[in-house]
């Protein structure tokens, strides 16, 4: 299987490789630097976040006082939702545009047959919620129980191995 590829296949599997990890430390280089600023309240509230959705920085305007405690937080969490929104859109372009780049390039099975794509292998990133905590927990409560194992070979965890195996001499 290996044996079939040539030096020049896998030398040109070598230089895409760097390329491609090339790319991605620019791209991770160029995410690290984004910053966004999200505004509520009509503009009286910014939040700034950075790269990683850190907030970095809150302003309010001159006339922010005529809002209540409860429209100014209302206002805070808005602001703060918007610039991490703007963050993710960008991140987001910014990997698709490395997908859309190692899309062109051959997978690894075209190079030595039988090898999994690991691409296919990856799992889907699960959604991330923006509820408040106390909506998070009504929604644990609501949602599937654990799974629960029937088919196993129950196991005393509370005994040593030695213990359960029944193996009286270990020292063959």
């Known amino acids: 299987m290996a044996d079939d590829?040539?030096?020049g296949q896998f030398t040109d599997l070598m230089e895409m490789m760097?390329?491609?990890v090339e790319s991605i430390a620019r791209a991770?280089?160029?995410q690290?630097?984004?910053t966004a600023t999200g505004y509520?309240?009509?503009k009286r509230v910014a939040v700034v976040v950075n790269a990683n959705n850190v907030v970095i920085q809150t302003r309010f305007s001159d006339d922010v006082t005529d809002l209540s405690y409860a429209e100014l937080a209302a206002a805070i969490t808005a602001a703060g939702q918007d610039a991490s929104a703007q963050i993710q859109r960008r991140t987001r372009e910014m990997v698709d545009e490395l997908r859309a780049q190692t899309a062109r390039l051959p997978k690894l099975s075209e190079f030595v047959p039988g090898l999994p794509d690991v691409r296919e292998m990856l799992p889907a990133r699960p959604e991330v919620s923006t509820a408040?905590?106390?909506a998070r927990r009504d929604a644990a409560e609501d949602a599937d129980p654990p799974m629960v194992f029937t088919d196993v070979t129950p196991?005393?965890?509370t005994r040593s191995p030695e213990q359960q195996?029944?193996?009286s001499e270990s020292g063959w």
Request: hydrophobic share 40%; charged share 15%.
């Open 32 to 34: 690290a630097l984004l």
């Open 5 to 7: 590829i040539s030096i």
């Open 28 to 30: 991770q280089e160029k």
């Open 165 to 167: 195996s029944g193996v």
């Open 40 to 42: 509520a309240a009509g």
């Open 132 to 134: 408040p905590p106390s």
């Open 155 to 157: 196991w005393d965890h």
């Open 18 to 20: 760097r390329m491609g």
